[in-house]
C-alpha cells in the first residue's frame, strides 16, 4: 500500500529571514586622530629654534639633502645648515613630532673661504633651500656652490690617495684578525671598511660624492665591475665570503696607489 507524499513547507522570503535577524549596533564614535604636522610646519618649528637660540649672530639658514630636494621618506631627518658670523660652530638634534632635526652651525666666513677647495660643500650646497637669510648671503652661497660644482671636484692628491688606502685596509686587516674569535667585531670593521671604501672611490675617481642611499648605484653607473663587487658584498651569506669580496674591492680600487712609504 502506497504511501500519499507529505506536504511541502513553502520556501521563507527574504522578507522574512531579514526580519528574524537582530539589528547590528552601530560602532561608538572614535574622536579623530590628530594629524602630524605637516613638514612645512616642523621646518617653521626648528627655524624658530635656531632663530631663537643663535640670532644675534645668525647670518643664514639653509635646508639640505632631501628635505631640501622635496623627497622625503617617513624615516628620513631634516638637515639643517645655519650660517653664523664668528666661530662659535657646533652641532645639535632636535625632534620636532616624528622628525629628528639635524642642525649644524658652521661660520660663514669659513664656509666661504672652503667652498672652492672642498670635496664636499658644493655637492650639498648646490640644491640647498634658503629658509631666512641677511643680505641674501645664502644665495650667493648657493649661487657659488652651483658654479663651483660646474667646474668639478678638486682632485685628489697622491698623498691622499695613500691615505685612504691605508685607512680601508686597516679596517680590513682588523676584521681579518677578528673573524674567528670575535665575529661580531669583524662585521663590524667590515661594514667600516665598506663605508669607507665608498667614500675613497669618489675621491680617487675624482667624483662628487652623491647622497649615501644613491652612491652604490652611482658607483656601479661608472665601474660596472666595482659595483658588481659592491652589490655581491651587501648580499654575501658569510663573513667568509664578504672578506673576500672586500679584498676584491680593495685591490680594484687601490691597484694603481703605492702602499705608505717604509722607513725601517
Not at 522574512?16 to 612645512?40: I, Q, R
Not at 665601474?223 to 648580499?235: H, K, T
Not at 672578506?243 to 705608505?260: T, V
Request: hydrophobic letters at 40%.
Amino acid at each position: 500500500m502506497s504511501q500519499s507524499p507529505l506536504p511541502t513547507q513553502p520556501s521563507p522570503t527574504r522578507e522574512e529571514l531579514n526580519a528574524e535577524l537582530l539589528p547590528v549596533p552601530e560602532p561608538p564614535e572614535l574622536p579623530p586622530t590628530p594629524e602630524p604636522p605637516g613638514t612645512d610646519k616642523i621646518i617653521e618649528h626648528a627655524l624658530g629654534h635656531v632663530r631663537g637660540k643663535r640670532g644675534g649672530d645668525l647670518v643664514a639658514v639653509l635646508l639640505t639633502g632631501s628635505g631640501a630636494r622635496r623627497a622625503l621618506t617617513p624615516h628620513s631627518d631634516l638637515d639643517f645648515i645655519v650660517l653664523v658670523k664668528g666661530h662659535d660652530e657646533g652641532q645639535e638634534i632636535i625632534r620636532i613630532a616624528d622628525r629628528l632635526v639635524d642642525i649644524r652651525y658652521w661660520s660663514a666666513e669659513a664656509v666661504e673661504e672652503e667652498l672652492p677647495h672642498s670635496p664636499r660643500l658644493p655637492p650639498l650646497l648646490r640644491k640647498a633651500r634658503v629658509l631666512f637669510e641677511h643680505d641674501a648671503t645664502g644665495t650667493k652661497l648657493i649661487d657659488k656652490a652651483q658654479q663651483r660644482f660646474r667646474q668639478g671636484p678638486p682632485q685628489a692628491s697622491m698623498h691622499e690617495k695613500i691615505r685612504l688606502k691605508a685607512e680601508c685596509l686597516h679596517w680590513l686587516g682588523k676584521a681579518e684578525d677578528l673573524t674567528g674569535s670575535q665575529p661580531a667585531t669583524a662585521e663590524y670593521f667590515l661594514a667600516t671598511f665598506f663605508e669607507q671604501l665608498l667614500q675613497a672611490f669618489f675621491r680617487v675617481r675624482s667624483l662628487w660624492p652623491t647622497a649615501p642611499v644613491d652612491m652604490i648605484r652611482f658607483a656601479a653607473s661608472r665601474d660596472a665591475a666595482f659595483g658588481d663587487l659592491l652589490e655581491r658584498f651587501q648580499g654575501a651569506p658569510t663573513t667568509a665570503a664578504r672578506l673576500d669580496i672586500a679584498r676584491q674591492l680593495g685591490q680594484q680600487l687601490f691597484k694603481d696607489i703605492p702602499n705608505p712609504q717604509r722607513i725601517d
